[in-house]
């Protein structure tokens, strides 16, 4: 029987530890309420892979055999019943680029090639996700235009305020309203465990969020930056209701048994995946 991982750094009440398969993951209660939506954080179990990529991983340049990798693949979308050939995936940079994907648009079928931090889909039975192992995982969801969103934030993408950016996609492209959107911040790296220096705060310089999710260290030209927090700052200001938005609020760098991160192994680990589809038979925008 399933037992949901003890957690160090708190879990909200608007999420719960699941598993489907042999896949254990993480869920919106609220997101889930939207029955046209598939979504999941994984976390770093039910997949094959060994050692200290054990064993979900799905990070292309931790040193794992390609058929690892294709095996963990084929676990998650046998678990969620997905279509595989139709999971896309990005070449995260660290930047603000957003690909988006619609009847219109053909160039996303180059799974995992093209250089961007963001998907937006309102494509049904196309799943969307980004890896993750630190950074912060958003996922965006216009329930009345039936449009979804992943995004990567690491502290590049937050400085370059990405997920509003995302959000001004969605009111752009597909003519959203904030206050439609439901915003997710899924598990990432906490203020407990983010020290970074004078070169990270020096992209921060003249933001809004900069302030309030910087807090100085004893030791000189040392900072704790709050990245969850930094995003969920930028849904607010881009008009996302508070009422619209969950945070995980779970350090992955202090959760050794549930979670891959960057900063805790340095650099030497796997990758999780977050992912979100909309169903088939899910078309609706342009309203």
């Known amino acids: 029987m399933f037992k949901a991982p003890e957690q160090k750094y708190g879990t909200s ?22 029955d046209f939506i598939t979504h999941a954080f994984c976390t770093r179990w039910g997949g094959i892979s060994e050692g200290k990529l054990a064993n979900l991983n799905f990070g292309t340049r931790s040193g794992d055999p390609e058929e690892h990798l294709l095996k963990n693949r084929d676990l998650l979308c046998s678990a969620f019943d997905i279509p595989e050939q139709n999971v896309v995936t990005v ?19 180059q799974d995992g090639k093209l250089e961007y931090d963001g998907i937006i889909s309102a494509m049904p039975g196309v799943p969307i ?3 993750t192992a630190d950074c912060v995982p958003v996922f965006l969801a216009d ?110 760098s202090c959760n050794r048994d549930t979670f891959f991160s960057h900063r805790r192994e340095r650099g030497d680990t796997g990758r999780q995946l977050s992912f979100i589809m909309l169903r088939q038979a899910a078309v609706r925008h342009n309203m």
């Open 13 to 34: 009440d608007a999420f719960r530890f699941s598993k489907r398969g042999n896949v254990q993951y993480l869920e919106c209660l609220a997101l889930g309420e939207c």
């Open 91 to 109: 070449n995260q940079v660290h930047g603000d680029r957003l690909l988006i994907i619609d009847e219109k648009r053909q160039d996303w079928r």
């Open 129 to 131: 996700g980004i890896k």
């Open 143 to 252: 329930c009345a235009r039936r449009v979804v969103g992943v995004v990567h934030a690491g502290w590049r993408g937050t400085s370059l305020e990405i997920v509003a950016r995302a959000v001004g996609t969605f009111m752009k492209e597909f003519t959203s309203t904030p206050a439609d959107i439901l915003a997710v911040i899924g598990p990432a790296i906490g203020s407990c465990c983010y020290e970074v220096d004078e070169s990270v705060v020096h992209h921060f310089d003249n933001k809004r969020c900069k302030d309030p999710f910087l807090a100085r260290c004893k030791e000189d030209g040392k900072w704790m930056l709050d990245l969850p927090a930094a995003n969920k700052s930028q849904l607010l200001d881009a008009g996302v209701p508070p009422e619209n938005i969950f945070s995980a609020d779970i350090c992955t």
